[in-house]
């Protein structure tokens, strides 16, 4: 069996995430992903830290493929990462300024044709001890969990290289079809989301694909009490302020999304531990409607968490997972362009949780930004990362918006409103270890 053999095609998702830069009139609204890590002390040398990679990522199938062709064509070809060519350093003015504007202008860089997707940059010079690593990928070859996935044999504490035989692990034995009457439930959940909506259509200021890009931080401990307080997950805590937050600039500066439900696609993580070396993405992107205009928090909380219930379910979740491999390819295609057609696409909103504290020799990781793409079309695209007791959420937001600067501080403060309403958070130590907190803070999905 050769390691194209073992692998399923490319799904719908990854042949649109790659065209759909296509259409972008500018490079902002590019498909690149990933994170910037920050870390105190030295930093290391460029050929060491090529060595490093090259030796921790050896065999790594999703850093090894390249997609090509289109539709039924479309296929995994194998293509060995040339550490050199993959790894680069940038000296960096001083300030934070600098590496904020390296950070953005790297997103734009073209991919290469003839080689994966991803690159390792360090950045250096902008503090006086520390640096940064960003790493970045093209969303059709890999989704966000995918690049936790990544950083954490890269940075981990007990980094380990993922065995070269996971090219030939042989395809997953056909899954169990969901029953019958799940399968309508969950057709009647995504059919009722699936309405064209106005919320983001304005002949008088038309989206665009320039994007300004912005990062806010809180405690993670702020988002697990107000989760603990309302019944609900961290992932709804962080929806509910996100709704608030939008539904504030909107009372202003929006008057489309003032009143009308906010329609937030959620990337649902699909990805079978038989897929775990795979390239591409094993998502689902699923629509639901934030409760609409000014609201008391912990009502839009009990309405939000009502709202994202369905896709808790295992039910739910295995009729999801049916569609994306059981569904004809034509016909995800077709579902994916009607679901991302203008009247259809939103904001889209992702969550994820890094478990291991990262380092790089005797340099530690003290913080991670995440990085989110915000296609064509969209408004805005947000992702949270929460690592060592911090969130970090990655704002991409369309220049057309009117304000939307201030929608990074909204969020915050209604986080902060949350908490507060929920009781101040407990005094004493946070957990002693990334992994305990990341267990208390999973997000759900």
């Not at 405690?219 to 805590?237: D, M, Y």
């Not at 340099?363 to 079309?377: F, H, K, S, W």
Request: with cysteine; net charge positive; hydrophobic share 45%.
């Amino acid at each position: 069996m050769t390691d194209m053999q073992a692998f399923l095609p490319p799904r719908a998702a990854d042949l649109f995430l790659r065209d759909l830069e296509q259409r972008a009139e500018h490079p902002d609204a590019g498909s690149t992903i990933g994170a910037v890590l920050h870390l105190s002390g030295a930093a290391p040398g460029l050929l060491e830290l090529q060595e490093h990679v090259a030796t921790r990522l050896s065999g790594l199938a999703r850093t090894s493929h390249l997609l090509h062709g289109d539709g039924r064509r479309a296929q995994w070809v194998h293509a060995v990462p040339d550490p050199a060519r993959h790894v680069i350093a940038q000296r960096l003015a001083r300030g934070r300024e600098s590496l904020e504007a390296a950070v953005h202008d790297l997103l734009r860089d073209p991919w290469p044709v003839d080689a994966p997707a991803w690159r390792l940059v360090l950045l250096h010079g902008h503090v006086s001890n520390g640096f940064a690593l960003l790493y970045a990928a093209h969303h059709s070859v890999q989704d966000g969990a995918t690049v936790v996935e990544i950083l954490q044999p890269l940075f981990g504490p007990d980094a380990r290289s993922e065995p070269s035989a996971v090219v030939l692990r042989p395809l997953p034995q056909p899954e169990p079809r969901p029953r019958l009457r799940q399968v309508l439930r969950s057709a009647a959940v995504l059919l009722r989301y699936a309405r064209k909506h106005q919320v983001w259509t304005s002949p008088s200021q038309p989206l665009s694909s320039r994007r300004r890009t912005a990062w806010i931080h809180a405690p993670a401990a702020s988002l697990k009490l107000a989760a603990r307080a309302g019944g609900a997950s961290v992932n709804a805590v962080y929806l509910t302020a996100l709704g608030h937050a939008i539904a504030q600039w909107a009372s202003t500066s929006w008057p489309l999304a003032a009143e009308a439900p906010i329609p937030v696609m959620i990337p649902v993580n699909l990805r079978s531990k038989d897929e775990a070396g795979a390239p591409g993405n094993r998502l689902f992107l699923t629509r639901v409607d934030l409760p609409a205009g000014p609201l008391p928090l912990l009502q839009r909380l009990a309405g939000t968490r009502a709202a994202t219930s369905p896709l808790k379910l295992p039910g739910h979740r295995a009729v999801l997972r049916s569609a994306l491999t059981r569904l004809p390819a034509g016909f995800l295609q077709r579902l994916v362009a009607v679901s991302t057609a203008p009247v259809r696409l939103t904001l889209v909103a992702s969550c994820l949780v890094m478990r291991e504290r990262l380092r790089y020799g005797d340099a530690v990781v003290t913080r991670i930004d995440p990085l989110m793409c915000c296609p064509p079309g969209a408004p805005l695209a947000v992702v949270m990362l929460v690592y060592a007791g911090e969130a970090s959420v990655c704002f991409r937001i369309d220049r057309a918006l009117p304000d939307a600067e201030c929608l990074p501080g909204l969020w915050r403060q209604a986080l902060e409103d949350l908490s507060t309403a929920a009781g101040r958070p407990p005094a004493g130590p946070q957990p002693a270890t990334a992994a305990a907190a990341a267990a208390a803070l999973t997000p759900e999905p």
